[in-house]
């Protein structure tokens, strides 16, 4: 009975001190766009035998900017990544629990929205494309067949491609894309559905206008009808599904193209295709920046934390190993901002957000 | 109203007639069954034969033989064969440069794009060999090196000569650098050394499920570690020490009621209690299996108490008749009869654990993590989470390593599941 006993406060014992311990391997959270990124600058940084290799979670960027936030401490992730840059929301929550982050902005991801080769090639707007996925649309466009009141919204009635437009293909509209929690579903959103539509088409705009919402914020919401279907954080099951199903068509990061571009073809939004070049050079509208969040308090606590940071600046550029994996290279001159950024470590306030 | 009395003849003919249409009523339930099981069947061969046709090309890898010199000067500059030292040598530049000279590419570019023909592995490569032989410095050796995943890919026919250059993602520049080292016979279809002994990684060309099978085998152990005995325990003192009241009926009721809680739930139990209260670190395979540990413990103790209550009571009176004490009863004759009852539930019960991911999604175990473990304190996943993340990964070549690795997954259930089938039946006694 004695020897159990004694057994047992051992090995609670032997828990509890590991408990105390501090960890020496970075762990990183967030957006399954930075994941395969971070997880190259992770296995870089892996191979020094001065450091362990970072551990990547997914996630999703929603995940990765509340997770940093969530608290300091070990026991809490050093670094958020985030396909979408956070919103004075999601800092207000870091406030409150006492984080201070740095931003540091490391590439370029395009959203695509792609199909296979073998199904029609979509050459598209921007406001058509708006027009096609969100959920609530004026109910005074030619072909939606319902009152002819403009500052009525109704649930988005349009079932083919070609009755938004008839240059568009004389298919139904059927489009895979990620969840909620995903940043590329939050910056498509924000892109296409709110600027690209709600912003610019003149009916949309009028009508968003009429009903309070001049920044077209409501037209964020995505179609629920069955049109736009959620395909859960994998990006690799859609670009599956568009190879077996080729009237459809599917939302993802650039990347994913890019490895299956004798498969797929990109649809070119606003007379812009989705290649490697446009995206580079700012002429395709649907891109997004990706970031990543470090925490502060974090810094010399957990070991490798300026050197994971360091890691990426060797890799980032135009003919690194980041570009090779579809990701798209800042401009010199914002690369040497985010490099000083990372020895300087700015605070994240709410006032930065607004730039 | 008289009943009509029958003949025995009318009596027999119409037992005659039923008999035809039980008969064939007999036939036809047999024949539901029976497509029933063939279309189980049916779906099982699917299933393996998808797995298989995939995973099985997953196993194996194209790799290119060069002569490497290995200078020590070079490969190990500090001359202590230390980490330190080995990062510090140029092995890649000496791999690159023992490729130069078979293909002979001309400018920067050319040289850039046949630098990416080698896997970025090489170094790494170099520097376990001379670890594990320091002799071959001063020597010049054959070496086999991986190839990179989209030369595989292109090797193994998914990505196709015909289809245009500016569509694929190998140039027709590094194609003519492919066939040249084909025609020199330098490229080979070998078992993949990486599959089985390498780690995860964001090269598809070196991933390996090393390190997830370790993890999962840690997990497990403290999974084992934590519900057998516990489970056990519990069952006995429920149905061989505690009074059957309102209090053992509560306790019951909840056991069984925790076994249909979805396995996220204690995922998100665990993230508060182990990790936020406790302080654990994240992604460790200690909290891991202590999660799942709570998952399979309604299984053990269900499937325990019904081994236990499956003990005749004869023979535990047989017991107390020659003066055992209740300690006595149990630890002699009650557990060792019931285990092959027990050791069946906990088998399953743990290979249940082996195939989940959601509870330890919350905990950080569903991560990239490339380092190895070596205890349950360090990071590690495990090999589910393996599957679904390399399911995602963009790169062509992982959607055979996916498949491997569900070989792999699939052979280690199927192997515990045996050893349940295996224990049952050399331990079961029949009363």
Same mark, same amino acid.
């Given at each position: ?14 828990? =509890? ?8 391997? %970075? ?7 930075? %994941?395969?990124?971070?997880?190259? =600058? ?36 050093? =670094? ?241 190993? %980041? ?33 | ?32 069954? !029976? ?31 060069? #002569? ?60 376990? /060999? ?24 292109? @090797? !193994? ?14 140039? #027709? ?22 599959? @089985? ?22 997990? @497990? ?68 299996? /202590?999660?799942?540990?709570? /998952? ?12 236990? !209550? ?31 009852? $027990? ?6 019960? $743990? ?19 490339? #380092?190895?473990?070596?205890?349950? /304190? ?31 997954? @699939? ?21």
């Amino acid at each position: 009975m004695k020897k159990t006993l004694i057994m047992a406060g051992i090995f609670s014992s032997l828990i =509890i001190s590991s408990a105390a311990q501090a960890r020496d391997t %970075l762990s990183l959270a967030g957006s399954s766009t930075v %994941l395969p990124f971070a997880r190259i =600058i992770a296995e870089q940084l892996g191979k020094n035998p001065n450091f362990k290799t970072p551990v990547v979670e997914s996630g999703g960027s929603s995940v990765g900017k509340k997770g940093v936030c969530d608290g300091v401490g070990t026991k809490f992730i050093d =670094i958020g990544n985030a396909s979408s840059r956070m919103k004075a929301k999601e800092l207000a929550y870091c406030e409150k629990n006492g984080v201070k982050l740095t931003e540091i902005k490391v590439g370029y991801d395009g959203i695509v929205v792609a199909n296979s080769k073998k199904g029609a090639p979509l050459n598209i707007s921007k406001a058509h494309l708006g027009m096609a996925l969100t959920a609530k649309i004026p109910a005074c466009y030619e072909g939606s067949g319902r009152s002819y009141n403009c500052e009525e919204w109704i649930d988005n009635p349009f079932k083919k491609w070609s009755d938004i437009d008839a240059s568009l293909p004389d298919i139904e509209i059927r489009v895979y894309g990620p969840p909620t929690t995903s940043g590329t579903r939050a910056s498509y959103a924000e892109m296409v559905n709110q600027k690209g539509y709600c912003g610019k088409e003149k009916i949309a705009k009028a009508a968003s206008a009429a009903r309070g919402d001049k920044k077209g914020k409501k037209c964020r919401a995505m179609r629920t009808d069955g049109v736009f279907i959620e395909a859960g954080e994998q990006d690799n099951l859609i670009v599956q599904k568009l190879n077996e199903d080729t009237s459809s068509y599917g939302i993802f990061g650039f990347s994913y193209l890019d490895q299956n571009s004798d498969t797929l073809q990109g649809a070119v939004i606003s007379k812009t295709a989705p290649t490697f070049e446009n995206i580079a050079g700012n002429n395709y509208s649907v891109s997004r920046a990706l970031y990543y969040y470090v925490k502060h308090q974090h810094i010399g606590v957990v070991p490798g934390m300026k050197e994971y940071m360091a890691e990426w600046t060797k890799h980032w550029g135009n003919d690194g190993v %980041l570009s090779d994996a579809g990701m798209i290279p800042m401009p010199k001159s914002e690369r040497a901002k985010y490099k000083s950024a990372m020895s300087s470590l700015p605070v994240l306030t709410a006032a930065d957000l607004k730039k | 109203m008289n009943k009509k009395r029958i003949t025995p003849l009318e009596a027999t003919n119409s037992v005659k007639k039923s008999i035809v249409k039980r008969r064939s009523k007999d036939n036809r339930l047999k024949l539901y069954g !029976r497509i029933a099981i063939g279309l189980a069947v049916c779906f099982l061969l699917f299933l393996f034969y998808s797995i298989f046709t995939k995973g099985f090309p997953g196993f194996f890898q194209y790799y290119v033989t060069l #002569d490497i010199n290995f200078d020590r000067e070079r490969i190990d500059p500090k001359g202590d064969l230390s980490d330190n030292s080995l990062f510090d040598g140029e092995a890649s530049k000496i791999v690159n440069e023992s490729l130069f000279s078979i293909i002979e590419p001309k400018g920067r570019k050319a040289k850039k794009q046949a630098k990416k023909i080698v896997s970025s592995g090489k170094d790494v490569r170099i520097a376990k /060999m001379v670890k594990n032989d320091p002799s071959l410095f001063g020597t010049i050796t054959k070496v086999k090196f991986a190839l990179d995943d989209d030369i595989d890919s292109f @090797l !193994r026919g998914y990505i196709k000569r015909e289809t245009p250059e500016s569509e694929r993602r190998v140039s #027709d520049k590094v194609i003519g650098f492919v066939d040249k080292l084909n025609q020199d016979g330098r490229i080979t279809y070998e078992f993949s050394d990486y599959i @089985l002994k390498g780690s995860a990684s964001g090269n598809p060309e070196m991933a390996g499920i090393k390190g997830a099978f370790i993890g999962s085998m840690l997990t @497990l152990s403290v999974c084992l570690l934590i519900s057998f005995p516990l489970g056990v325990a519990t069952a006995v003192y429920l149905e061989e020490i505690a009074k059957k009241n309102r209090i053992t009926e509560f306790i019951e009721v909840n056991i069984n009621n925790l076994a249909a809680v979805p396995s996220v739930v204690f995922g998100i139990m665990g993230l508060a209690i182990f990790i936020s209260i406790f302080g654990m670190p994240r992604s460790i395979p200690l909290v891991g299996g /202590m999660v799942l540990a709570l /998952m399979t413990l309604p299984t053990i103790i269900i499937s325990s108490r019904a081994a236990i !209550r499956a003990v005749p009571p004869s023979v535990r009176d047989a017991a107390y008749g020659i003066g055992a004490s209740k300690l006595q009863v149990i630890f002699h004759h009650v557990i060792p009869l019931a285990m092959p009852g $027990m050791l069946t539930g906990t088998i399953i019960g $743990m290979a249940q654990a082996l195939g989940e991911t959601a509870p330890l999604l919350m905990i950080g175990m569903v991560a990239f993590i490339v #380092d190895i473990p070596n205890s349950v /304190m360090d990071p590690g996943t495990v090999l589910p989470v393996q599957i679904f993340m390399w399911a995602d990964f963009a790169e062509r070549m992982f959607i055979q390593k996916t498949s491997a690795a569900i070989i792999v997954l @699939l052979g280690f259930l199927i192997s515990m599941n045996a050893l349940a089938v295996y224990l049952r039946k050399k331990l079961e006694r029949r009363w």
